[in-house]
C-alpha cells in the first residue's frame, strides 16, 4: 500500500510537538520554607474576691503547680522557632494584687519568672508579653524545658473589704504564639 | 538529597494529577484494546491476541490546577512565593489531584465460528485509580497556621480523596443484532489488591475570642478514612516477607471481590453515520479483607488549663492539663474499627456520534454476517464526530467534549486526531496511529500535543500504547 507523503508530514508535526521543556530549576525545592504560627490560650486563672479575704496569709493567698505538657511535645520542642506567651490580667476586686508566673522543668526549677501588678478596682488589664527565641533576650530552651506552670498571687491590700463592684473576680488570661519550623 | 527528592516527588503527584479519558481510544475501530471502550463496538477483527504487559498499557496526567512550571521555572521568583500565589490561595478546593493507570495482562477476541455475528473477549488488566481533591484549608493552615486568623473556618471537607488498584478479570460478548445494530456486555469480576477512601470529611477548626481566656478553639468534626489492603502490605514491608506475593496473591481473587459490568451499543443512523454509547464498570467492590479504618467524630472548645476558685480549691492537686487532654479525647474521640465497606467503581459514560465519508473500501468490512449482511461502517477512509465523556467523581459528575477526525489508509494505517475540552484543558489535541504490519498491530496515542512544547507547563498530558497479533474478518 502506498502511504501518501503528507501522512509524513502529520507525524513531523506532532512529533516537532513533543518533548520539549522550559528550564527547571528542582534545587528550588531546598528554599521551600514552611513555618506556620500557632497561636491557642494556654492557661486560665479566676478566683473570686471572698477567697483573697479567706486566705490573709502575706506571702500570698494563692500558689499552686499546674502540670503543662504542651511544650514538651517533642514534635513542638524540636521545631518551634520563636513566640511570645501573652499574659493578661484582670481584677474587680478592691485590693490591689501581684500575680507571678513561672515557667518550671522537671526537675522543679525555675526558667523563667513573670510578674504582673494590678490596681484594685482597675479599669484597665495589665497586659505583658514575654517573647522567646529569635531577637530576645530569652532563649527558646526556656519554653523547650518547661512542663510546668506556678502561679503565685500575693494581696497587697486588705483581707475584709469587698468591691462594690458586681461579682468582684481576679482573672488571669494567657495565650502563647510560636511559629513552628515545619520544613 | 532525599528530602528534596521527597518534595519534588510531592510536587508531582500532587499537581500532575490524572484524568481516564480515553477519547483518542474510543471507536478507534481498528484498535482491537477499543472493545475494551465500548463492548458494542463494530469491529472487523476476526480475532486478536494482545502480546501480555504490552497490548494496553495506558497512563495519562492532568492537573486543573496548576503546573511543575508553575512552581519548578527558571524564573527568578522566590519559590514560597510562587506556592502561595499559585497554590495555597490559587488552587480551589474543586481542583483534582489524581491518578490512574492501566496494563494488561491477557486479552484475547475472537469471533464464533458458529455465528461470525457475535465476538467475544476476556481478558486480565491491572488498574490503579486515584483521585484527591486540593486540600486548601489543610495546606492554609499547614502553611499559615491559625495565628492572626480569628473567626476563620478552616474547612476539614476539603480533604476528599480515594483510591484503589484492582486485578479485573473480564469476558464480553459483543453482537450484530441486525444491519444497524450492535449491542455489546462485558462481565467483570474485581479483585481488590488495596482500596482507600476518605470522601465524606465534614467539620471545621477555628479559633475564636474565648469566653473565658482569651482564645478559643474549636474543632467540630466527622472524619473517616477507610482503609483495606494497606496493613499487610505496610507488614509485609516491614517484615521484609515479600510485598510482590501479597500483591499478586490479593490481585487474584485474594483480596477483596466485587462484580461489575460494561455494556455498549453501536447504531448505524444511515450508511454514513452512526451513534455509539457505552457505560462502564458499573459495578462495586466489597472490601472485607484486612479492612482498617479510622475515625475521628464530635465537637470540642478548649480555652487551655481553666482553673476556677474557690470550686478548684476542693482538689488542688489534680492534673489540670491531663483532664484536659483527656475531656477532649472524650469529646473527639479517634476510634479505629474493621468494619467492610462497599466502593462503587468510577462509572464512565461514552457517548459519540461518526460521521463517515469518502469511498468505502469494500475490502475491511465487517463479519460476513447472518444478520443483515450490512456493511456495516468500516472501511471508510475519512470520519469526524464528535465524543461525550462523563466520570462519577468523589465532587460529582466531570464531563468532556471532544472532535474527532479519523483518516483511514486502507487496513495498514489508521490515524486519529482529537481536540478536547475539559476542566483540566481548553487546548487539548491529541494524536492516535493504528498500524497493522500483516498479523501484528501496533498502536500508540499521545494526548494534549500542544502541551509538550513545554511539558512541565503541560497540565495534562497521557499515552496508550499496545502491540497485538491479529486478525481479519471471519476466522
Redesign the interface.
Given at each position: 500500500m502506498k502511504i501518501p507523503h503528507y501522512l509524513f508530514s502529520v507525524l513531523f508535526l506532532c512529533l516537532s510537538l513533543v518533548s520539549c521543556i522550559e528550564e527547571q530549576d528542582f534545587d528550588q525545592a531546598d528554599d521551600i520554607v514552611i513555618e506556620p504560627t500557632l497561636e491557642a490560650s494556654i492557661f486560665y486563672f479566676e478566683t473570686t474576691e471572698d477567697v483573697i479575704n479567706s486566705n490573709p496569709d502575706p506571702a500570698g493567698f494563692y500558689t499552686n503547680d499546674f502540670n503543662f505538657d504542651a511544650f514538651k511535645d517533642d514534635y513542638f520542642s524540636d521545631n518551634v522557632i520563636e513566640g511570645s506567651i501573652f499574659y493578661q490580667l484582670e481584677n474587680t476586686t478592691s485590693k490591689p494584687v501581684i500575680v507571678t508566673i513561672e515557667l518550671i522543668d522537671d526537675g522543679g526549677n525555675v526558667l523563667d519568672t513573670t510578674v504582673l501588678n494590678i490596681g484594685a478596682e482597675a479599669v484597665n488589664t495589665t497586659d505583658v508579653e514575654v517573647f522567646y527565641g529569635g531577637t530576645s533576650a530569652r532563649p527558646l530552651d526556656i519554653i523547650r524545658n518547661t512542663s510546668a506552670l506556678r502561679l503565685s498571687a500575693q494581696n497587697l491590700g486588705d483581707d475584709t473589704s469587698i468591691s462594690s463592684k458586681a461579682n468582684p473576680k481576679l482573672i488571669f488570661r494567657s495565650s502563647a504564639n510560636f511559629k513552628i519550623s515545619v520544613r | 538529597m532525599i528530602n528534596?527528592f521527597f518534595?519534588?516527588l510531592l510536587?508531582v503527584c500532587t499537581f500532575l494529577g490524572y484524568a481516564q479519558n480515553k477519547q483518542l481510544m474510543y471507536d478507534f475501530k481498528e484498535v482491537p484494546q477499543s472493545i475494551l471502550l465500548n463492548p458494542g463496538i463494530e469491529t472487523g477483527l476476526g480475532m486478536y491476541v494482545g502480546v501480555p504487559l504490552l497490548s494496553g498499557t495506558s497512563f495519562q496526567a492532568g492537573s486543573s490546577g496548576a503546573s511543575?512550571?508553575d512552581?519548578?521555572?527558571?524564573d527568578g521568583l522566590?519559590?514560597?512565593d510562587k506556592?502561595r500565589e499559585r497554590a495555597l490561595y490559587g488552587m480551589k478546593p474543586t481542583d483534582e489531584l489524581s491518578g490512574s493507570f492501566q496494563v494488561e495482562i491477557l486479552n484475547v477476541g475472537f469471533r464464533s465460528k458458529k455465528n461470525p455475528d457475535n465476538f467475544y473477549s476476556f481478558g486480565i488488566y491491572t488498574e490503579g485509580d486515584a483521585i484527591g481533591y486540593w486540600f486548601k484549608d489543610y495546606a492554609i493552615?499547614?502553611?499559615?497556621?491559625?495565628?492572626?486568623r480569628l473567626n476563620q473556618r478552616f474547612n476539614l471537607s476539603h480533604l476528599k480523596t480515594r483510591g484503589e488498584m484492582v486485578n479485573v478479570f473480564h469476558f464480553g460478548i459483543n453482537k450484530r443484532v441486525d444491519r444497524n445494530l450492535i449491542v455489546g456486555a462485558r462481565a467483570k469480576l474485581y479483585s481488590g489488591i488495596f482500596s482507600f477512601r476518605s470522601t465524606k470529611n465534614e467539620g471545621y477548626f477555628v479559633?475564636t475570642p474565648?469566653e473565658?481566656?482569651?482564645?478559643?478553639?474549636t474543632l467540630v468534626a466527622d472524619m473517616e478514612l477507610q482503609t483495606s489492603g494497606l496493613n499487610s502490605i505496610k507488614d509485609a514491608n516491614d517484615n521484609g516477607t515479600g510485598v510482590g506475593s501479597l500483591l499478586a496473591k490479593r490481585g487474584m481473587l485474594g483480596g477483596d471481590l466485587g462484580v461489575g459490568v460494561d455494556l455498549g451499543f453501536t447504531y448505524q443512523l444511515n450508511r454514513n453515520t452512526t451513534i455509539t454509547g457505552s457505560i462502564l464498570d458499573l459495578g462495586f467492590i466489597s472490601h472485607s479483607n484486612d479492612v482498617k479504618n479510622y475515625t475521628l467524630k464530635g465537637q470540642a472548645t478548649?480555652?487551655?488549663?481553666?482553673?476556677?476558685?474557690?470550686d478548684a480549691?476542693a482538689d488542688?492537686s489534680q492534673?489540670?492539663?491531663?483532664n484536659l487532654i483527656d475531656d477532649v479525647d472524650g469529646l473527639i474521640p479517634y476510634e479505629e474499627n474493621n468494619k467492610s465497606y462497599i466502593t462503587f467503581r468510577p462509572t464512565k459514560l461514552y457517548g459519540s456520534i461518526r460521521y463517515n465519508f469518502g469511498e468505502q473500501n469494500r475490502s475491511v468490512q465487517d463479519c460476513d454476517c447472518k444478520a443483515g449482511g450490512s456493511k456495516g461502517s468500516l472501511g471508510f477512509p475519512n470520519a469526524v464526530g464528535g465524543q461525550l465523556y462523563v466520570i462519577n467523581r468523589p465532587r460529582g459528575p466531570q464531563t468532556a467534549v471532544t472532535a474527532f477526525y479519523q483518516r483511514n489508509?486502507?487496513k495498514?494505517?489508521s490515524?486519529k486526531t482529537t481536540y478536547t475540552v475539559d476542566k483540566f484543558s481548553a487546548t487539548n489535541v491529541g494524536?492516535g496511529?493504528n498500524l497493522n504490519i500483516g498479523p501484528v498491530n501496533i498502536y500508540a496515542m499521545?494526548d494534549n500535543?500542544?502541551g509538550?512544547?513545554?511539558?512541565?507547563?503541560s497540565q495534562y498530558a497521557s499515552f496508550q500504547l499496545g502491540i497485538n497479533v491479529i486478525s481479519w474478518g471471519k476466522n
Open positions: - | 528534596r518534595i519534588i510536587f511543575v512550571n512552581f519548578f521555572a527558571n522566590d519559590i514560597n506556592i493552615l499547614g502553611f499559615e497556621g491559625n495565628a492572626n479559633t474565648g473565658n481566656n482569651l482564645l478559643a478553639s478548649v480555652e487551655g488549663v481553666q482553673v476556677i476558685l474557690p480549691l488542688p492534673d489540670f492539663w491531663q489508509f486502507g495498514a494505517v490515524l494524536f496511529a499521545a500535543l500542544i509538550y512544547k513545554n511539558v512541565a507547563a
